[in-house]
């Protein structure tokens, strides 16, 4: 027995046969043993460009040299806190948060994922207000624990869990009157993306953030961002907020903040909204929040963020790629609905849901790799950490071309067939 057919056994004994099924009719059932910036290695010594990016998580790249030193340099001194004693490196990223973050952007709370950072953030709101009722989007992505899943806007994840968390409401994404119609005395907050990520990679019209910023100032109610795939210079501005010049009430951050080396998350808010918590402490707390190995990894990215303008590098780099895929767009029509994105967030809608299949195993042939959007089976999201470089760009391009070619020549062949 191979090394991959041992780990397939044990994904099928141990961890999700069905899993297991999906990655090998998917092609995918290399075995990643070793990854250094853009690239990922596998058990057999190839190297594939990474164009999933941890699905958001590895803006910096996988294992960046100045974070894992840093990581490595406090794990000799304290890995975890005591949580008893005032903590350095938590005080310490707390402050950058509040340096990098837009506008009056103060007070944060250190976590442990997105989802997490989505749950303090509406638990928070709901503080604040004294009100009950969030309001969020359709096909919407915050999280699958149960706070967040109530605020996620796909059905299929939340049936199964019903009922969930009561006093949630959906309206369309990028509709503003249906938004301002939708809110209520009850109304506590509004819930959104500036660009839904697994939702299609789905911008919204311009004006959109502006908007409800203006509403929620009216109706005295908060605005809280998710900005867990979308910050950190993924969008080709530190935050994509950055883009319609708007500051939230409240922000919420994962996925790439640690750099890609350890998870966290947190969640950050104006000085007014944190009052509740300045009362009552001990109200949200968190056993590994903030710990050292984190926020140390977090204050590296953070500076490293500004130090390499890895954002003005992505709108770039973003907008080349963008030209090139658009031009791929026009000559397999037949294929591609349409290509969209913000700097190095961009998806490729497919006319059909059966040739994405197809394409992520070309691709993965080719030595690339790339993925779905979790809510949009039909948009192939392409998210590489945002240290690629121009070579790397046109190698996606062409490792891209070559696989849509063999994709058309497949679905011709079943045509004639």
């Not at 913000?342 to 790799?369: A, D, H």
Request: aromatic share 6%; proline share 5%; charged share 25%.
């Amino acid at each position: 027995m191979n090394s991959e057919e041992e780990i397939i056994k044990l994904y099928e004994e141990n961890l999700n046969p069905g899993l297991a099924r999906i990655v090998k009719f998917m092609g995918l059932n290399s075995i990643e043993v070793e990854a250094q910036g853009t690239k990922v290695v596998d058990s057999s010594g190839e190297k594939y460009i990474d164009c999933v990016g941890g699905y958001g998580s590895l803006n910096f790249g996988h294992r960046p040299p100045k974070i894992v030193a840093a990581v490595k340099k406090q794990l000799e001194k304290m890995p975890l806190s005591s949580k008893l004693l005032l903590n350095r490196q938590q005080a310490e990223l707390a402050a950058k948060l509040a340096e990098v973050t837009p506008g009056e952007l103060k007070f944060s709370f250190a976590c442990n994922s997105g989802t997490e950072a989505v749950e303090g953030a509406l638990k928070l709101a709901r503080l604040y207000t004294g009100k009950s009722e969030i309001i969020s989007t359709v096909n919407a992505f915050h999280g699958k624990s149960m706070g967040a899943l109530s605020a996620t806007g796909k059905e299929e994840y939340k049936a199964p869990f019903q009922p969930l968390v009561p006093g949630f409401k959906h309206v369309p994404f990028g509709d503003i009157a249906a938004l301002a119609k939708a809110v209520t005395s009850r109304t506590a907050a509004i819930i959104v993306e500036p660009i839904q990520g697994e939702g299609g990679i789905i911008l919204p019209p311009e004006g959109y953030l502006a908007e409800i910023r203006k509403l929620c100032n009216e109706k005295e109610i908060l605005m809280i961002v998710d900005e867990i795939q979308t910050g950190l210079g993924r969008t080709g501005t530190n935050f994509a907020v950055e883009f319609e010049k708007i500051v939230p009430d409240i922000m919420v951050l994962a996925k790439s903040l640690s750099g890609g080396v350890i998870p966290i998350g947190a969640l950050i808010a104006k000085s007014k909204v944190w009052d509740p918590l300045c009362e009552s402490p001990f109200l949200h707390t968190s056993t590994f929040g903030g710990n050292p190995l984190a926020a140390v990894a977090g204050k590296k990215a953070l500076g490293i963020l500004k130090q390499d303008k890895l954002a003005s590098r992505a709108k770039e780099l973003g907008r080349k790629l963008l030209i090139e895929l658009n031009k791929l767009q026009i000559k397999y029509s037949d294929l591609i609905e349409e290509v969209r994105g913000r700097g190095l967030m961009i998806g490729i809608e497919l006319v059909t849901e059966g040739i994405g299949g197809m394409l992520i195993s070309e691709l993965t042939k080719r030595n690339l790799l790339a993925a779905y959007t979790l809510n949009q089976p039909k948009v192939i999201r392409i998210e590489p950490p945002l240290v690629i470089t121009k070579e790397e760009v046109d190698k996606v391009v062409d490792i891209f071309s070559a696989a849509f070619r063999e994709v058309a020549k497949m679905i011709s062949k079943e045509d004639i067939c």
